[in-house]
């Protein structure tokens, strides 16, 4: 208790204006005191959820420096919504935060590494100038050797073949660090709290769970879904990264508050 009482006290005499709260909370961030700017940056979506996407990037390192994964995925993934700049500095973020969650990932740790290698290759400027380079490099030669230079011929193929290799081994495992197709990107994301919650045909208890290979359909905790419908119970319709849709109450999952862009 004597560790919060500080908080308590800074929380009491804090200024009430949003901007004075994030500037306390992202100070406390960047001087590393962990628990104090968690305490404030939930304090801030309770009352006015920011729209920035380095609040929600920031909230996510938080949750992971605290281990807490599912929390993680689900600031991640709303910073990545919020901004295009935290696409891709967050990839290999949010890659990894899932391998901790994901139980069928831990058995192919050799391909999230690969993932994740790719994710920290995408944040490298220098990465994607070389690659820029290489695909003028070839095409140049593809139009020279249309004129008969049989050694730039020769060359480009040397050229073509690591680079379109290398350009399909991107787009698969790309789909490790985004396997949301582009329709339900920008809906509002949710992350499974509980451990093997059944996906229900309806908003309630009385419905039957969906199936899947004649058992019933559970989820995992930390599980991404994304939430298309609420009802008047606060029941969530919600849809999973196959298609498959289904309810669940709003205390089996992480939800952030929803802020129009």
Not at 59 to 66: E, I, P, S
Not at 152 to 174: D, K, Q
Not at 251 to 257: H, S
Request: with cysteine; aromatic share 12%.
């Amino acid at each position: 208790m004597t560790g919060w009482l500080p908080l308590f006290i800074l929380l009491a005499n804090f200024p009430q204006e949003p901007t004075a709260w994030l500037h306390w909370a992202d100070q406390a961030y960047r001087r590393g005191h962990t628990a104090r700017a968690l305490a404030l940056y939930d304090a801030l979506l309770q009352c006015q959820p920011p729209t920035a996407g380095n609040f929600y990037q920031n909230l996510g390192h938080l949750h992971a420096q605290r281990g807490e994964w599912p929390q993680a995925i689900l600031a991640y993934q709303t910073a990545r919504q919020r901004s295009t700049r935290c696409q891709a500095e967050l990839a290999s973020s949010l890659l990894w935060a899932r391998f901790q969650v994901d139980p069928e990932a831990r058995d192919s740790i050799n391909m999230y590494r690969i993932a994740l290698t790719l994710a920290w290759l995408q944040e490298q400027a220098w990465f994607r100038i070389s690659i820029a380079s290489w695909g003028i490099l070839l095409a140049i030669g593809t139009v020279l050797s249309q004129r008969g230079r049989a050694v730039v011929f020769r060359w480009t193929l040397v050229l073509a073949i690591p680079y379109v290799l290398l350009s399909v081994g991107m787009v698969w495992l790309h789909g490790f660090i985004d396997p949301w197709p582009s329709s339900l990107v920008q809906q509002q994301v949710a992350v499974v709290r509980v451990e093997g919650a059944l996906l229900r045909q309806g908003n309630g208890f009385s419905y039957p769970a969906w199936q899947k290979g004649g058992q019933p359909l559970r989820l995992y905790a930390g599980q991404e879904v994304r939430i298309v419908a609420v009802k008047s119970n606060d029941w969530l319709l919600i849809q999973l990264v196959d298609g498959q849709r289904g309810w669940l109450p709003p205390a089996a999952l992480w939800t952030l508050p929803h802020v129009p862009r």
